[in-house]
Structures are given as structure tokens and as C-alpha cells.
């Protein structure tokens, strides 16, 4: 017998057998795994590179709209047939055929602005659908990290917590509860103010002001876990604290974090968008998600609906597929769950 | 006949692979039948569908389970019975009494409010009627005060008071037949003797038929007038319990009887299943053990209290053990017995220094090997730590379930220093797996793959990495099956003859004490009430305590 085919199946491999029984589990995975290539791709500037330039006309509609009508310029009638022949009593005339070699240097390129685009342009004629993309890149990525931030500081904290108790423990339920304390928007904007504009501020904001639940979640299952039997065995036969703390609890923990995490991505890119909605999100030269809502809702009223469909349906796509992914994620990761199926 | 189950089958689906629907057969074709006025008991070790039968006759069990076969309660089959007929039955007709009385009863709700509910329901009666037939019924069950007891949440009454409460909610509408499920298996011997007493005299005067359920021979051949053995799903042999005892025909049923340790015999090892079905005959030869073996652990005046919080800011003490004294000898076993709170495990963990700190205060002397293990510093009580080792009571919880037994059994002699390198530490424990029993391929499986006995024996490898002196088993074997109860405890006294180890042998267990201990520490509250040699303290016991101890232990069917 090899090596491989005697090391046994662990917990991890029998998760991922539950989870690929899970039709709608896989299926979302499939559509997260694209966006994180999407993610990628934007990020390497392969696709939707020139995301800023104004490739078609003002609010030009999207391909199955068809172009908007010309708009009726005003009153005055434009003239009709060839210029009128000044050359007789024009003192500059002389100078004409000169000025013609000089002009025949240059050469003015017409630049055709697209009538119509896939889904459709700006007020500034730039393609929504590269805008999408881009925007989807930063808010997947303030998400991701920022729910990472948050995962890692409520883990450490709250296995700190969870496992030592008494006078540090304490401590850091104060600390959780003076955070709690404050409205969660109030205390956004504060951090938000501290931190000024940027991706990497949206994420610290959200990553600092996001963690409670997460501790609260994991002081909880290190509390219960630090009684057991296999933890007190690890302390009879000398492991130490770190050990048992991140070497034993911790894996056995770790599906309670990682569901957190998940869950916490699909909430941060929500409140992406409220804080870009708000003024409060990333600076003005870049584009995400929530930036493009903001622009969306003064291109509605006059009747340009194209950027907030376009934005809406991608996010709704992202989020819901995240979020059942998630679910599936729990249901195969949690060993409560098992022998329900 | 008052209940006859014929060709039981019970089988649960598992879910479904390769779009096949997966079945587990639990119950394989099961007929016996309970007569009226008398008691069957139902014996087995764990899955071998003894709970699964019975639970089927009121259709207790799990939403995935089928049945088939028929079960004829009074000529009436209850497998076809619709649910409304079924809910008539139910409490009325048949009662049931499950293993663990505290989670049984509902916490929020008084007892008098939980025993008035099937008066009501069932009878019609007042409420006004309920309650003073309530309080009848506290009283016929033997508790005291019942008036007073009617407004008392199950919290504030002890495991065999709730007990009782449960056998009186099963009798308050008279039924026919009692169902018991391991009715006494979460309690003390003294308060299963009572138990057990309490539901023979109300069987004869309810004139009620009893199906008891219990993996305990000693206790079922104590109440019951018919047994019927069951092994993985399937009816072993039924018999009348005298002729179970005294003419057992079923080679299982012989094993069954001759693994448990009893108080009268004294074998030097305790025959195996698989022994008695080659017909070996027990082991009866002993060892001599070296009477001058130098003392290795020297325990004097030990403590240890736990602060109980009070109030607001208050805290009290509570001292669970109040001075133990004792001395280890190499080689020899020290075995530690008491009921439930007797502080016989806060004894034992202290010794480990395995309390939180914080928690109270330790106090008394731990001398081993010249030293007080309770004053040692950081850094010596790592090296001391090796030589004094322990193993849990639950084998499902003491080992890291996300570990390969390779790394459980790797880890403790990296973080020591034993091995030269990885490879050698492999060596080194594939070696102690063969010695416990198990082989090279558990070394990259999971605990979830193995049973219950394998993973003591894991455990106890575990331990044995760090070539310990001094090993605490903390009810080492109290979780386990007799079957493989008696396989550990061969273990047990295999690696001290051949390692020369010593023994902390903790246990409720009388019987088992008695099998592997050469001293014992009798425990009650905290307090060590008696301390003798084993074979004197089983033959002339000093104390009342030890004496009603000895008394509890089921003996088994003893004749007429």
C-alpha cells in the first residue's frame, strides 16, 4: 500500500465530499470562483484597463436600447449649401494656399463616439460594463481583506479571551463592550474621519470596527473547548498555552471563524457601498460599486437607468452567491450538523 | 399477553449516495413477548438495538426510521395505529422512563406543574383533583415533604429525587406497561439500589408489566423475570433469568457474565468474548507484588477548594476534598471510589496541578521522587509532568479529533525532547500501538474512526510516549462497554507487570476497584472515610459508608 493511500481522510476532505454534494453550494462556488478570476484580471490590467476613457457619447444607452434620438439643437436654421466665395475681396487671400500645406501637416482625427455601448455609458461616455468590473475589483477586494482584518482581530482576541479568562478576559469584554456601545455608523464615521479616502482606509475602517461578533462567536467556543478532555490531555503531557490555544482549539474552532468570515465579506461589500454612497468610501479617481450607485442616483431622475441596473444586477449576483455559498459552506463544515443529511 | 413483538426490523436511511438510498438495519427481526404482571429485561451492549426496539413500540424514534414486522399491544398492532391513536396510548397505557432524569425533566416548569400536565390531559380531571393526586404520587414514590416538593423546580432536587419524580409522572396514569430505559445507569450505587427497589414495589402493587432496559447483567438479574440478550440488532438468546444465570446456552451470553468483575470472584485477568468462545478458562494466577517496592508518590494533607461566587461582588469557598493522605508504592495500584461529588476526580486532577489557578486554592504536599510537585516552578514541573500522567473517562473527548493518531502520539515527545527524530519517534509509537493492541495503519487515521475501547487504548499510548512512573485513570473504563471493558483492564495489568507503573485507579465502580487495586481510598464529600487493602476492605468493612457501598453493588441473579 503507498503512503497516500493509507493517510486517511480528514476533516477538511470529508467537508468538501458533503460540500460537493451540495448541488446549489457548487453551483455558487462556480460563480464566485469567476469573479475572483474577474478580481484578477481587472487587477492585472488585462481586462477593463481604460475604464476612464470616454469612449462613447454622454448617457449613451445600452446596446438593446438603441441610440437616443438626435436632440434638437435650437432655432436657428443651419445653412445649406457651399460656402459663400470671399476670396475676392478677403485682403488674406493670398495667404490661403499657404495656410492650406500648413494645415495639410496635421491631421485631425475624427473621434466616433459609439452611439450605443453593451451596457450602455456615463454622463462622461465612459462603458459601464468596464466600470462594473472595475468597481467590482475594489469592492470584492475592500470585502475580502477587510473581513480578513476583521477575522483575524476577533480570533485573536477572542481565543485570548476565551481561553485565559479572569482578569484578561475582563478586559477585553470592556473593550468589546465600549465598541459595541456606539452606534456602528457613528463609529464608522469617526474611524473615518481618523483614516481620510482610500481603499486601504475603507478596509481598516470596516476591518477595526467589524470584529465584535466574530470575537464574541470565538471567546465563546474557546471557553467551551478549553474544558475539554483532549485540551486538559495536551496540558497533562506539557503542551503550552500557544500550543493549546492555536495548535489545539484553533482547528477545532476554525469552522466558526471561517463561516464568520464569509459571512462578513458579503456584509463589508454592503457597507462598501453605503460608505462610498456617503462620501465617506474611496477617492474620487477610483470607481467600486458603491461610487457607481452614488452616480446612478442622479443619472435616474433623468431617465438613465442603465448604470444602476447594470450595478445592481452584479452585486445582487456576487452577494447572493456568496452568501449561499456560504450557507452550504456551514452546513458542510459543521460536524453538529452531520448525520442530518 | 400484554405486548408481543413479532419480526421487528428497524432500519434507518442514511441519506443518499450514488442516488441509491442508503439504509443502516439496526433491529433485525426481533420477536419476544411481554407477558402481563411481569418484568423483561432488555440486555446489550451499545448498538446492539436494544434502545431501538423499545423506543419503536410507542414510535419514539427519529423521523428517518422505518418499520416493519408487528407490534400487538393488547391484540391492537401499534405499528399501523394512526398518530391520534397512538398520542391515546402513549403516557396512558405505556409509560416511559429515560436514562438521565435531569435532562428528562423540563427546567423552567415546577414538578408539580410537569406531573399535574397528563392527570389533565389523559384523565380529565381538575386541576384542583390533579395537584392532590400529584402530591399522592410524590409520596408513593418515596419523597419527602411531597406538598412542598409539588413547587420545587427539578434543579433543586437531587439525580435520584428527579428519577422518582419521572417514575411517578410514568405512573400518574397507572399504565400497563412500563417502558425504562436505563433507568438507573446515570446514578450512584446507592441511589440505583433505592431506584431499583422503588420500581419492583410499584410494579407489584400497579399489578404493571415492565420492559427494562440496561447493559448492566447485575442489575437485570436483580428485577426481572424474563431476560432477552441482544447483540447487533439480533436476539442473542431468552430465557427465564434464573435459567439466563445459572444455564446460560448462548456463548455470548456466557462471555456477557464472566467479563464483569464481580466482588466474589478473584481472577488475575478477566476473560475476554473472544475467550469464552474458544473456551478458555479464566486466568487465575496472580502475581506476587514486591512488598518492599519503593514508595513513589507520597501524598500528605492535600487539598483543594473552589471559589463559589456570592452576590455581587462575594465569593465563598467550597472545599471539594479536605486532606487526603497516601502512599504509592511502584508497581502497585491505589484504587479511589466514591459517588458523585466525593471530590475523588478534583483529588486526582489536583495531584496534576491540572485545576485553573484561579479557580481556589491547593493546598498539602505532593512528594515525588523527593519533591513537592505542587511548589515546583515552571520550568521543573515540565520535566516532572512527564513522569505523572493521566487518562480521561470519555474516550470520545480526549483525544483532538483534527490529529492523526500519528501526530497525538508524536506531540508529546517533541514537545519533551523523547526520540532522536521524526522517524525515530514514528518507530516509537507504532511500537507502543502493537503493545496496546492496535496496529501500524491507525497511525495516519482520525479518532472518529475508531470505537470507543480503541481510543482508550490510544489514550493510554498516548500517555505511555513519556514512559511515565505514576499514571491517574481518571473512570479510565467506566465509558466503555463490559466487552471491552475487560479487554482495557487486561491492558491495564499488562503494562504495569511488564513497566512497573503505578496506579491512581479512580472509579464509582466497586467491582472494578476491587479486580485491579491492591489498596483503596473510600471517598464521601470531600473527606476520605476509610483506607484499607483491597481484600480486607471487600471482607471486613469498617465503616457504615464502605458497608452500604459494598451493599449497593448488583449482584446478579441470586435465586429464589
Known sequence: ?341 | MLLSIQDLKVAFRLGKEHGEQQRALAVKGVSFDIPENSTVALVGESGSGKSVTAMSILNLLPTNAERSGRILFQGRDLLQASQSELLAVRGKEIACVFQDPMSSLNPVFTVGQQLVEPLITHLRMSAKQALVRAEELLHEVGIPEPKRRLKAYPHEMSGGQQQRVMIAMALACEPKLLIADEPTTALDVTIQRQVMELMGKLKDKHRMSMLFISHDLGVVGEISDHVVVMRHGEIREKAPVADIFNAPQDGYTKALLACRPSLSENPARLMVIDDHIAGKAADMDHKAKDPDAPVVLEVSGLKKSFWLKQGLFGKREFQAVKGVNFKLRKGYTLGVVGESGSGKTTMGLALLRLHEQSNGTQGGQVMFDGRDLLTLGRAEWLQMRRRIQVVFQNPYASLNPRFTIGQTLREPMEIHGIGSSTADREARAVALLVKVGLDETAMHKYPHEFSGGQRQRIAIARCLTLQPEVLVLDEAVSALDVSVQAQVLNLLKDLQDEFGLSYIFISHDLAVVKFISDEVLVMQNGDVVEQAATAELIAAPREDYTRRLLGAVPRGYQGA
Open chain 1, 1 to 341: 500500500m503507498s503512503a497516500a493511500a493509507k493517510q486517511s481522510r480528514g476533516v477538511w476532505a470529508l467537508a468538501w465530499t458533503r460540500l460537493k454534494a451540495d448541488r446549489v453550494g457548487m453551483v455558487c462556488l462556480w460563480i464566485v470562483a469567476a469573479f475572483m478570476v474577474l478580481v484578477v484580471l481587472t487587477a492585472m490590467d488585462v481586462i477593463a484597463g481604460n475604464w476612464q476613457k470616454e469612449i462613447g457619447v454622454p448617457n449613451a444607452p445600452p446596446h438593446i436600447v438603441g441610440p437616443m434620438p438626435p436632440e434638437a439643437v435650437g432655432a436657428i436654421e443651419v445653412p445649406k449649401g457651399p460656402n459663400v466665395d470671399l476670396s475676392d475681396i478677403d485682403p488674406l487671400a493670398p495667404r490661403y494656399a499657404e495656410w492650406e500645406a500648413a494645415a495639410s501637416k496635421y491631421k485631425t482625427e475624427e473621434i466616433t463616439r459609439a452611439e450605443t455601448l453593451p451596457l450602455g455609458a456615463d454622463r462622461l461616455g465612459r462603458d459601464i460594463l468596464q466600470k462594473v468590473l472595475k468597481g467590482a475589483e475594489v469592492s470584492i477586494v475592500v470585502g475580502l481583506l477587510a473581513a480578513l482584518v476583521a477575522t483575524f482581530i476577533g480570533t485573536l482576541l477572542g481565543a485570548v479571551s476565551g481561553f485565559f479568562g479572569g482578569k484578561i478576559g475582563d478586559l477585553l469584554e470592556w473593550v468589546y463592550n465600549v465598541f459595541t456601545a456606539i452606534p456602528s455608523i457613528l463609529l464608522i464615521f469617526a474611524f473615518a474621519v481618523i483614516f481620510g479616502r482610500g481603499v486601504m482606509s475603507v478596509v481598516l475602517i470596516l476591518g477595526l470596527t467589524g470584529w465584535t461578533g466574530i470575537y464574541r462567536l470565538v471567546r465563546a467556543e474557546f471557553m467551551k473547548h478549553r474544558q475539554r478532555d483532549y485540551v486538559r490531555s495536551a496540558e497533562a503531557i506539557g503542551a503550552s498555552s500557544a500550543s493549546r490555544m492555536f495548535k489545539h482549539i484553533l482547528p477545532n474552532v476554525s469552522h466558526v471563524a471561517l463561516v464568520q468570515l464569509s459571512l462578513h465579506v458579503v456584509s463589508f461589500i454592503k457597507s462598501e457601498v453605503i460608505l462610498s454612497y456617503l462620501g465617506l468610501g474611496v477617492s474620487v479617481d477610483q470607481v467600486s460599486w458603491g461610487t457607481m450607485l452614488s452616480e446612478a442616483q442622479s443619472e435616474l431622475i433623468l431617465g438613465y437607468w442603465w448604470q444602476l441596473a447594470a450595478v445592481t444586477v452584479t452585486m445582487a449576483v456576487f452577494v447572493t452567491a456568496f452568501a449561499l455559498f456560504t450557507d452550504a459552506l456551514r452546513d458542510a463544515l459543521d460536524p453538529k450538523l452531520r448525520g442530518l443529511e
